[in-house]
């Protein structure tokens, strides 16, 4: 059922769209536009006659190098401060899109129609872009709201399973974040990777109404809003060590059981709380469809992992900054001092989540023909 919502922000309020075959109705819209999109939609572009500047999406494509070449697509397509930029694709090319719309001719308005289930139930809406720099991810950036975000779910129609399940693990941090009734009205959608085109639209819905609240209450990440990193720094680490083989949302699901892992080695007990052990089984159910995924696990060390942990972005200088449950299912913010100790922890943490994964049955052989 198509559904909408406004978001306030420092730039004023937007609109969330939420209707099937809004990409098709903003292709056919007149006005001064340049769109950025997606490589996998270069064909639907040119039988439009649009001229879109194409982005492969990869960690690369979302590096402050490449920005240049992005802004002189956007000059030679004659963009002024009066254009409107569309960005359509997940979350690399709404970086991109939302990095350049901000410093182009110092900000030009920008519309964006996700098209990954991650970007429909979570980054589409706040306003943040996050560019790499060298090695290091996301770490540089701005906060710059779009007009509109039209989120179309017949989109995702072409997704993996893999990434759906991404998409999946974000949304349902998003909702235990927001709390446990929330949770529990997200996961009676009966969230999975084989959740039709209408049953998708139904939980972006719910995911993008509770992280309405979170960006709303703190725009500028400086406190509810930073709760919505839980599994970010553990999963941001994941995704480095292995040379981003696994993808952002399926580490961040990782990286959640790993930090639920650290509470219970700091001495937390979860059994007061059932929604712990339900989250807990819904992100093992989704992060268990992604092929190849032990194959991929086996090859990062713990030792790799913890280096990447200590260069988060999010830590201060003497201290490392994690979200972790509490006892009562909530999330909180939580300090270790930088030192052996706490890197023991982390490490322990890290290595029952990868026994977790590794030790996971693998999917059941074909039958054998007659
Ligand atoms: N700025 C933010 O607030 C924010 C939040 C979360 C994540 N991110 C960033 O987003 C990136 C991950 O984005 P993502 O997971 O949305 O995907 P993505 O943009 O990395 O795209 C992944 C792949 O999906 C393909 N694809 C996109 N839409 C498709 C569709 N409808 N059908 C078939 N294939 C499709 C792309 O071509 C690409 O190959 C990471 O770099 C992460 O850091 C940013
Ligand atoms: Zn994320």
């Known amino acids: 059922m198509p559904t909408s919502f406004d978001v306030e922000s420092s730039a004023g309020r937007y609109l969330v769209e939420i209707v099937p075959g809004l990409f098709e109705r903003t292709l056919a819209e007149p006005g001064e536009r340049v769109f950025i999109a997606d490589a996998f939609l270069a064909d639907a572009f040119r039988d439009a006659g649009l001229d879109a500047i194409t982005i492969e999406a990869d960690e690369h494509a979302k590096s402050l190098d ?37 410093v182009y001719m110092r900000g030009v308005a920008w519309t964006y129609v996700p098209t990954t289930l991650l970007s429909m139930t979570d980054s589409c809406i706040g306003g943040k872009s996050s560019i790499n720099v060298g090695r290091y991810k996301n770490i540089v950036g701005t906060i710059h709201p779009p007009r509109a975000v039209l989120v179309d779910p017949a ?40 959740a039709d085109a209408d049953r998708l639209a139904a939980i972006i819905d719910e995911s993008l109404r509770a992280k309405k609240w979170f960006i709303e209450v703190d725009e500028f990440d400086r406190a ?24 952002h949302g399926i580490a961040v699901g990782l990286g959640m059981n790993a930090a639920l892992h650290l509470g219970e080695l700091m001495g937390r007990d979860y059994g007061r709380a059932p929604q712990v052990a339900r989250f807990r089984r819904h992100i ?16 990062v060390t713990v030792r790799a992992l913890l280096y990447a942990f200590g260069s988060d972005k999010k830590h201060a200088r003497d201290r490392f900054a994690v979200i972790l449950v509490t006892e009562d299912g909530g999330v909180e913010r939580s300090f270790l001092p930088r030192d052996d100790a706490s890197a023991e922890l982390i490490g322990r943490a890290y290595r029952c989540m ?8 693998a999917a059941a052989p074909a039958l054998a023909a007659e």
Request: proline share 2%; hydrophobic share 50%.
């Open 66 to 102: 490449r920005m240049t070449e992005v802004i002189v697509a956007l000059r030679e397509r004659r963009a002024t401060r009066g254009t409107e930029l569309v960005a359509v694709g997940g979350g690399v090319v709404q970086d991109v899109a939302a990095f350049a719309a901000s």
């Open 155 to 194: 989109l995702t129609l072409t997704l993996s399973a893999e990434q759906k399940a991404a998409g999946l693990c974000e949304a349902a941090k998003i909702c235990l974040c927001r709390g446990p009734e929330v949770f529990d009205r997200y996961l009676a959608l009966q969230p999975s990777v084989d």
């Open 224 to 247: 509810e809003r930073l709760l919505l990193n839980f599994g970010h720094t553990f999963g941001h680490a994941l995704e480095a060590a292995s040379g981003f083989a696994v993808s």
């Open 284 to 299: 093992a159910e989704l992060v268990g469809t992604v092929d190849g995924l032990a194959a991929a696990l086996s090859l």
């Open 354 to 361: 990868l026994d977790e994964h590794l030790a996971a049955p």
